[in-house]
């Protein structure tokens, strides 16, 4: 990721919302110190946890975002 090396650093914590399938997760992932994944799709969220678990990556946290927040609408 051309933009991610220079604006990612390995002290960094990175939040990707709408994370998908995390495959930018996984590229920032390499580069800082944590990324928290969110997304609202489960299957995304398993692929996202999965593809980290691939590429050994252990400083990435997907989650659905859903399970954790609930919004109120009037």
Known sequence: VHFGHHMVHKDNIVID??????LLSNILAKRCKYVYAVE???SAVQDSKELSIDNGIK???SS??????TLKYK
Do not use: D, M, P, T
């Open 17 to 22: 919302a709408y994370s998908g399938a995390g």
């Open 40 to 42: 609202i799709i489960e």
């Open 59 to 61: 400083n990435l946290f």
């Open 64 to 69: 659905n975002i859903q399970k954790h927040i």
